[in-house]
């Protein structure tokens, strides 16, 4: 699954699945702030730093990573584009 | 488990011989609070705060199993667990940081004087208010122009009265938002950066700490430590291996009052059989044993799977809790084991043992590390659902 909507599709998924259970899928919007609205936590993040890099095989480079990258369901889409050049 | 090459053995083997060294009159510089001066001499012509760092800034290039092979050797071979203590945090506080997350030209300046020893690093994370709360840390960092401002106070900095550099932890974000702390590298001498007094505490007593207080200091932007608001992720990684080095060396220190009480129980004579026959003295070491090997298999396993990019957030946790309760375990029976002898402070035991209550505390207290781990495993997550 290496196009943008596959790509935004399994994140959102993921996010769904891990974070916000039971939650139906068209209530998460993509742009919605996982971060500020408390849905990943800091140990979360961790969790999903580590999900991002193994799933999408993105490499993570420590001196340009930032939470950020991980806000919402379109920043790590983006993320995984940019980084992965899909 | 590391299966030791000719190398490691050899940087093992270099901490050992020196160790007894170092601890020479540990236990009155315990009763006077003094730091080691030349211990850390020692320690830095040895070449150790540069293990784990690259040798383009004087480092040894050593990956981290290596590092705390060699750090266990520390532990088992200096009885000066202040000196210790510093050494670990020095390493892990500044140059661990800077290592991973510093731009090229931080660490060219700073990693240098942190792996030849003559910059002593510290990093300031817990407040007054709390130290286990990180998330909602009251310190602030404001940008102005090309620079942050901070202020704040911080609590229980470790070498924070020797420190030349100091990684500052500050909320630039709101509070509890995982991208709202960013780390900085201040130097001691920035105006607007003061040090307490030595705290008095219980034990690590060789090992100097201080409150911290920042009021308006102005830390230019690149002396930023990773991305602003990256700081959690700077402190996540700096805490693993603070975890895994400080209490590797605490196994040592485990190993070593093993073995003496084994020399004890085996030549200590009562109703005429030594006492290690007695099947009440002998659970207690068999006991301290499967710590050791317990503490040893955590820690060792944890590092392994940290050097292959898994995700050891529960692995470190458990192995920082297993570490510290073990090592506080096994300094009490030594002290049983030794009776009266093991009571004084002549024998060395009963400062191990206030020692080693720290590790329960410091690095994320025991209660911590259990509410981390029921985390991980989705319990609080169940208990309040969140919606999108």
């Given at each position: 699954m290496t196009t943008t909507e596959g790509i935004t599709e399994a994140i959102r998924t993921h996010i769904l699945a891990e974070y916000l259970p039971g939650t139906p899928r068209e209530e998460l919007e993509t742009s919605y702030d996982l971060l500020d609205n408390g849905v990943v936590t800091s140990l979360d993040l961790l969790a999903l730093i580590s999900w991002v890099e193994q799933r999408f095989q993105v490499p993570i480079d420590e001196v340009e990573i930032s939470p950020d990258h991980f806000r919402s369901v379109d920043a790590m889409s983006e993320f995984v584009k940019r980084t992965t050049g899909k | 488990m590391l299966q030791a090459n000719d190398q490691q053995r050899e940087l093992r083997e270099a901490i050992r011989a020196i160790g007894p060294a170092l601890g020479a009159e540990h236990i009155a510089r315990d009763r006077t609070g003094t730091f080691s001066e030349g211990g850390w001499k020692r320690l830095a012509e040895t070449g150790l705060f540069g293990l784990p760092f690259g040798e383009e800034f004087g480092g040894l290039g050593q990956d981290l199993l290596t590092t705390m092979y060699v750090l266990e050797a520390l532990g088992e071979s200096c009885r000066d667990g202040g000196l210790n203590f510093s050494a670990s945090t020095h390493i892990v506080s500044a140059g661990v940081a800077l290592h991973r997350y510093g731009r090229a030209e931080l660490k060219a300046r700073y990693l240098p004087g942190i792996c030849s020893g003559t910059t002593i690093g510290a990093h300031a994370i817990t407040e007054p208010e709390g130290g286990s709360d990180i998330m909602r840390m009251r310190t602030t960092a404001v940008a102005d122009g090309d620079a942050f401002v901070l202020n704040g106070t911080k609590a229980f900095v470790s070498n924070g009265p020797l420190a030349d550099l100091i990684v500052v932890y500050a909320r630039t974000g709101k509070p509890e938002n995982p991208a709202g702390l960013t780390a900085f590298l201040v130097e001691r001498d920035t105006p607007g950066l003061t040090t307490g007094?030595?705290?008095?505490?219980?034990?690590?007593?060789?090992?100097?700490?201080?409150?911290?207080?920042?009021?308006?200091?102005?830390?230019?932007?690149?002396?930023?430590?990773?991305?602003?608001?990256?700081?959690?992720?700077?402190?996540?990684?700096?805490?693993?291996?603070?975890?895994?080095?400080?209490?590797?060396?605490?196994?040592?220190?485990?190993?070593?009052?093993?073995?003496?009480?084994?020399?004890?129980?085996?030549?200590?004579?009562?109703?005429?059989?030594?006492?290690?026959?007695?099947?009440?003295?002998?659970?207690?070491?068999?006991?301290?044993?499967?710590?050791?090997?317990?503490?040893r298999k955590w820690l060792y396993d944890t590092a392994e799977k940290l050097s292959s990019n898994q995700n050891v957030a529960t692995d470190i946790a458990i192995a920082k809790l297993v570490t510290s309760e073990a090592n506080v375990r096994s300094a009490l029976s030594a002290i049983q084991i030794f009776g009266g002898y093991g009571y004084t402070a002549e024998y060395g035991l009963e400062k191990e043992m206030r020692n080693a209550v720290a590790g329960t505390i410091y690095s994320g207290t025991t209660e911590i590390q259990k509410q981390r781990i029921s985390t991980l495993m989705g319990l609080n997550r169940a208990a309040t659902p969140k919606r999108a």
């Open positions: - | 007094r030595p705290i008095e505490k219980m034990g690590l007593r060789t090992s100097p700490l201080c409150e911290l207080f920042l009021d308006g200091v102005r830390v230019p932007r690149s002396q930023v430590i990773g991305s602003v608001g990256a700081g959690f992720l700077v402190l996540d990684h700096v805490m693993k291996w603070e975890i895994l080095c400080s209490f590797v060396i605490n196994l040592g220190e485990m190993r070593h009052r093993l073995e003496r009480c084994v020399e004890y129980a085996r030549t200590r004579t009562q109703f005429g059989a030594p006492i290690g026959s007695y099947q009440s003295t002998a659970n207690r070491i068999v006991e301290m044993k499967i710590d050791v090997e317990t503490s």
